[in-house]
């Protein structure tokens, strides 16, 4: 595959996935701004705890077989109906698990009332683990904008029905039904588009071949969401449920911008990154492209939460919730590694180093389980301090040890993430200084979000330079001949 086909590859994935994700976006913030003014902190606390467990339950069905099928470079049928019988075989199991354990597990981190929940839950994880080998097979085949289509027709009808179970009083209810439902659709619809024939198979050489690369993976993906989700499962207990809900949904809506910005390029990047894994030369110049880029707008999207936190709040969560303007500005600054970690797991991936993958999960679930146990001393402010300080070292530790395998230089990767945050030495004081002299008013909090925006333009349209040289050769460039043309 030469040159000018991965690029109109990766052009084509993110370009139609950017206009689904968009989409989806609009909804899901619309979604976000009516449920947080019809539900409480304590519903969203046992909405947090739930998808917590399920969480860590769910990690043997979203990634292993389904990337597996990605990557393997000669997709037979064998392989396809083995792939689909060991997810099959797995989402019962799991499925299974969850169910029988329901009682224990709620107890442990909350109270009973979860148990009913999550055995309705528990029926989400055999449909995801059977969806996740009709996704990969479109993956594949680079049918992105049909999975986002897909991704997004189930959204708004489980959001619709979500919001009118939330209006008649169903509390968390309301939102455990829109998840159960949401798996119901999105596992029928993705089977019919999938157009595949599937049929019982597993034998020892195919099912061997699949664990050789998803074995690992399945155990780096239940470690990755255990971290993620340890806050969920500790904080009930060691803080209260209410203190979880309040955490959680600043979180939350961070998470949700973060994910779907992310996916965007991690989507279209994994099949072309696979069929370049052997060549070094240009791994290497796209890991410091994508670094470069990837980190200017990390800081940018942190930098727009951290100076219209206020507005965001009155916006997407209503005024119950400005007491948290506090919690929301720290998490913020998990954005600025988030997508670092994302493109570190998108190279380990599709190199094959599922394995190292495992180990630095391990790592980041033992810094994340120390840091919400010392950070719950101080409340929910002391988590999200800890939360944010753990995963900036594991990202950043990653992100090295990327760059260190393709022959780039510890120096020479921290040079890049810096510069890439240059524009951030004019945009903060400016912003700072008029944050300080406006009034903390809706009125002042739109006038604070106008500046900004005029600030930014500034910079990134007049001083691209300053922004750095590959935001200047790659996207400068292209946005001034579209305006012109």
């Not at 969401?225 to 979880?244: G, R, V, W, Y």
């Not at 912003?431 to 106008?450: D, Q």
Request: hydrophobic share 50%; with cysteine.
């Amino acid at each position: 595959m030469n040159k000018h086909s991965n690029t109109q590859k990766v052009l084509k994935g993110v370009s139609s996935q950017t206009m689904v994700t968009l989409m989806l976006g609009v909804v899901e913030l619309l979604s976000f701004s009516i449920m947080s003014r019809l539900l409480t902190k304590a519903d969203f606390g046992y909405y947090a705890a739930i998808t917590g467990i399920v969480a860590v339950f769910a990690s043997f069905s979203e990634t292993g077989i389904g990337s597996a099928i990605v990557q393997c470079k000669d997709l037979t049928k064998r392989y396809v109906n083995n792939a689909f019988t060991l997810s099959l075989i797995i989402g019962f199991v799991i499925s299974f698990l969850l169910f029988s354990l329901s009682g224990v597990i709620a107890g442990s981190v909350a109270d009973d009332s979860m148990i009913f929940p999550l055995k309705l839950m528990s029926i989400t994880l055999l449909l995801h683990c059977m969806t996740s080998v009709f996704a990969s097979l479109m993956h594949r085949r680079l049918e992105f904008f049909r999975m986002g289509l897909i991704r997004l027709f189930s959204l708004i009808v489980t959001t619709v029905v979500a919001v009118i179970l939330a209006y008649e009083g169903y509390g968390y209810y309301a939102i455990i039904t829109k998840a159960v439902l949401e798996s119901v659709l999105t596992f029928l619809l993705f089977f019919y588009f999938c157009k595949t024939g599937f049929g019982i198979m597993l034998d020892k050489q195919t099912s061997s071949s699949i664990f050789k690369f998803s074995g690992w993976l399945m155990a780096s993906v239940l470690f990755r969401n255990l971290s993620h989700q340890i806050d969920k499962l500790l904080m009930p207990k060691l803080l209260s449920i209410e203190s979880l809900g309040a955490y959680n949904r600043p979180k939350n809506f961070i998470e949700q911008i973060s994910s779907k910005l992310n996916g965007i390029f991690d989507i279209a990047l994994f099949p072309v990154l696979s069929s370049i894994q052997d060549e070094k030369e240009k791994l290497a110049r796209a890991f410091r492209q994508s670094l470069s880029i990837m980190n200017m707008f990390a800081m940018l999207l942190t930098l727009t939460f951290v100076f219209n936190s206020q507005l965001i709040i009155r916006i997407f969560f209503g005024e119950k919730w400005m007491n948290l303007n506090t919690v929301t500005i720290i998490l913020a600054f998990v954005l600025i590694f988030n997508i670092d970690g994302r493109l570190s797991d998108c190279y380990l991936r599709s190199l094959g180093m599922t394995k190292q993958q495992f180990y630095f999960r391990i790592f980041e679930t033992i810094l994340n389980i120390s840091g919400v146990l010392m950070g719950c001393y101080w409340g929910v402010v002391g988590v999200a301090v800890a939360i944010v300080i753990t995963n900036s070292v594991a990202k950043l530790l990653k992100v090295v040890y990327i760059a260190n395998k393709i022959e780039i230089g510890c120096c020479d990767t921290l040079r890049i993430i810096l510069n890439s945050w240059r524009f951030a030495i004019i945009l903060v004081p400016i912003c700072f200084f008029a944050e300080n002299i406006l009034p903390n008013s809706l009125i002042g909090n739109v006038v604070m979000g106008i500046l900004f925006v005029i600030v930014v333009s500034l910079i990134f349209f007049f001083f691209p330079h300053f922004v750095g040289k590959d935001y200047k050769a790659n996207i400068y460039t292209k946005l001034i001949k579209k305006i012109k043309g």
